[in-house]
């Protein structure tokens, strides 16, 4: 089948993300909220003045959008730039639509990609793409002698509700002793749990997990808390929300979630630095694992981290590599 790929930049781009998109999600069982068109939308709106949106679009010979990619070039350096549209928040970036699992089409995005990164001078960075994705192994595979990297984070996916019976003992005792150790604090502290259900509690409660992010070192998220209040306002109390632990006045954790069907999405985690000593990151997913069961969600997807401080990640099963697909360069060496 001889397929069509077509570029929208600017204008034309917001429209298909506007007009078409969300018909593209919704036949797409795999796409993650990262890929919905509200998500999208609003950090396309988010972009500096340096920037366009960019879609690329694979097309079948009837004229029907097989899949589309939601990518934005960045003009803001020596060279041209590529990265999905929402980088670096979006930690797990796909195609979209009906066929975006098909070889066929992830090659054809994939070809455009390493024509554009050879003949246009532009920088291509696909790191948010998955590399055991259908898009990521295209990608790895017509690379071929371009220079290309690969990170890799850990990911951990916990099939809900979690049965801690099921995981080694070494990880039972270790649950155990945290829970003493919550246990002895509550005995003179007010200890409260909470998770937003509405939209001004979720713009309230982004201005924290932003300033808690930002008292990370280093810091783990780049953008303002105005961007991120612009972006969850678009998105609604429906698609996200943030999880907080406090102890008394102070929030010592908090966790944002997008949500997607039956399926939850974490965003970097948040934690007071002075209470490090508190593990408050393992206390605070303990308390969202029964709360995310409570509401009929099936599978919790913990966001990749290579961070120490991040070792709650594994407290629910192994993490694993979540290797990301290629960074290409501008010219191949064989062109150079």
Do not use: K
């Not at 972006?231 to 979630?257: P, R």
């Not at 069907?261 to 000593?277: D, K, N, V």
């Amino acid at each position: 089948m001889t397929l069509c790929l077509r570029e929208y930049r600017g204008p034309d781009a917001m429209e298909l993300l506007t007009r078409q998109w969300r018909e593209l999600y919704a036949q797409d069982r795999l796409a993650t909220p990262f890929q919905s068109s509200g998500w999208l939308i609003a950090w396309a709106r988010q972009l500096p003045c340096t920037a366009t949106p960019l879609v690329l679009a694979v097309i079948s010979p009837t004229g029907r959008t097989l899949a589309a990619l939601a990518l934005a070039r960045h003009e803001d350096g020596p060279r041209p730039r590529i990265v999905p549209l929402s980088w670096p928040h979006a930690w797990s970036v796909h195609p979209v639509g009906p066929h975006a699992d098909d070889p066929d089409v992830a090659h054809a995005l994939a070809f455009h990609l390493l024509l554009v990164a050879e003949h246009d001078q532009t920088d291509v960075d696909m790191r948010a793409v998955p590399a055991d994705s259908t898009l990521g192994r295209s990608l790895s595979t017509v690379a071929g002698d371009i220079s290309w990297t690969r990170t890799i984070p850990t990911s951990t996916v916990v099939p809900l509700p979690a049965l801690s019976d099921l995981l080694p003992p070494s990880i039972q005792r270790e649950h155990a002793r945290r829970r003493r150790t919550w246990t002895r604090l509550s005995a003179d502290r007010t200890i409260t749990y909470t998770r937003t259900r509405h939209l001004q509690d979720l713009l309230t409660a982004v201005e924290l997990w932003a300033e808690l992010q930002h008292d990370q070192s280093p810091p783990q998220d780049g953008a303002d808390d105005t961007a991120w209040g612009a972006v969850l306002e678009d998105l609604g109390a429906a698609n996200a929300s943030i999880a907080a632990l406090s102890v008394d006045d102070t929030t010592v954790a908090a966790q944002m979630c997008l949500t997607r069907g039956h399926h939850c999405y974490t965003l970097p985690l948040a934690t007071h630095p002075a209470a490090r000593h508190l593990a408050p990151g393992h206390a605070l997913l303990r308390h969202l694992v029964d709360d995310l069961t409570d509401d009929g969600i099936r599978t919790l997807h913990l966001d990749p981290t290579t961070g120490r401080t991040h070792a709650s990640r594994g407290q629910y099963g192994p993490p694993r590599p979540a290797g990301r697909a290629a960074v290409f360069s501008p010219v191949s060496p064989a062109a150079a």
